[in-house]
């Protein structure tokens, strides 16, 4: 696997990662250690199991590693959705739209990488 860095998935889900942390900054104190944390948690999860699983021994190692990067995305979506009915965002199309291009883009890598490792 060439380096991740590379990957523009894994550059999307830096950018996402920047989003969210600007995103929460005015989020109320008291939810600093909860639907917060749970949101940053979860955008970082992406770009990192991005990272980790192309670094793995295998390509059906990486996959795996995607596809826990795609639950993370859709765990984040939710979490989005969830803060915005709270009223902690304004404007949540933005963020909801580079989640779903990085989706997308997982979902093409995965099938990709899944054709190699089914020979063809």
Do not use: C
Not at 25 to 46: C, M
Not at 70 to 75: D, K, M, R, T, V
Not at 90 to 105: A, F, G, N, P, W
């Amino acid at each position: 696997m060439k380096d991740y860095k590379e990957l523009e998935v894994w550059k999307k889900g830096i950018s996402l990662v920047l989003n969210i942390y600007e995103t929460t900054k005015n989020f109320p104190k008291d939810e600093r250690y909860a639907l917060t944390d749970q949101i940053k948690r979860a955008a970082v999860s992406i770009p990192s199991n991005i990272a980790e699983g192309a670094t793995r021994n295998s390509t059906k190692e990486f996959v795996q590693f995607l596809y826990i990067a795609l639950g993370s995305a859709s765990e984040l979506e939710t979490q989005i959705i969830i803060a915005e009915k709270l009223g902690y965002i304004k404007d949540k199309e933005t963020v909801l739209s580079d989640i779903t291009i990085i989706r997308k883009m997982l979902n093409a890598l995965i099938t990709s990488l899944k054709k190699i490792v089914n020979g063809g």
